[in-house]
């Protein structure tokens, strides 16, 4: 699986868009972006995935760029429950890869009043 | 529906003992997984099941082992525990290992002493 790099922390204000980036610059072509988010003691929670389009659900929207090397997930209204850790996913998605995930350190994103 | 269900939620054990950790799927789901996080390694993965056989493993000793049950049900036993063995140990179900998102439990927390 692709590496993923992502800073380390990021604030942001309520209500206002969390930008997180990542970039996973020797992604394959059959390899998917995957998020998810740990709350402090909690399983880390599916967020949204993609291959090459833009997606998008209620949770949030993921950016993926045209030549794939980066992505970018967006909260659209971040509330103080968004703090947690976001972790970016490399992935190849399939049965005979079985579902493997490789986290890194994540993002620790704190909303703040 | 109900989620991923993961007993006990809190262990003691002492070093040298082994322990056996319990998960059960969300209803349907066929593909269960399991991690350790610790605060120095993050979130690294141990074992996926499907249909009763180990698809994948990460790399850990031979100590840790798992095992999957016809109604994918499964538990992972630990032997001989070490001081280093105090984690979260947290388990995901998915409908099968072809990939999309993961539902994870809340863990059971190990603390060896």
């Known amino acids: 699986d692709a590496k993923t790099t992502q800073p380390p922390s990021m604030d942001c204000a309520e209500g206002r868009a969390a930008n997180l980036p990542c970039n996973h610059s020797?992604?394959?072509?059959?390899?998917?972006v995957y998020w998810y988010r740990q709350i402090h003691s909690q399983g880390p929670q599916y967020i949204i995935h993609?291959?090459?389009n833009n997606e998008t659900n209620e949770m949030a929207s993921l950016i993926i760029t045209e030549d794939r090397k980066s992505s970018t997930l967006i909260l659209p209204h971040a509330t103080l429950r968004d703090t947690a850790v976001y972790y970016c996913?490399?992935?190849?998605?399939?049965?005979?890869?079985?579902?493997?995930?490789?986290f890194g350190a994540g993002t620790i994103l704190r909303v703040k009043s | 529906k109900a989620g991923v269900t993961q007993t006990p939620r809190y262990l003691i054990k002492t070093r040298g003992q082994q322990v056996t950790l319990s998960c059960s799927p969300i209803?349907?789901?066929?593909?269960v997984s399991w991690y350790q996080q610790t605060p120095g390694q993050g979130l690294q993965f141990l074992f996926e099941?499907?249909?009763?056989?180990?698809?994948n493993k990460g790399n850990f000793p031979g100590r840790f082992s798992g095992r999957q049950f016809s109604n994918s049900r499964s538990e992972m036993n630990v032997s001989t525990l070490e001081l280093g063995d105090s984690a979260l140990y947290l388990c995901?179900?998915?409908?099968?290992?072809?990939?999309?998102?993961?539902?994870f439990g809340s863990g059971t927390r190990l603390t060896v002493v």
């Open positions: 995901a179900s998915s409908l099968g290992p072809a990939g999309g998102g993961y539902t």
């Open positions: 020797t992604i394959s072509g059959n390899e998917y």
């Open positions: 993609g291959l090459k």
């Open positions: 996913i490399v992935r190849v998605a399939g049965w005979e890869y079985g579902n493997k995930l490789v």
């Open positions: 209803s349907g789901h066929r593909s």
């Open positions: 099941y499907f249909s009763e056989t180990q698809r």
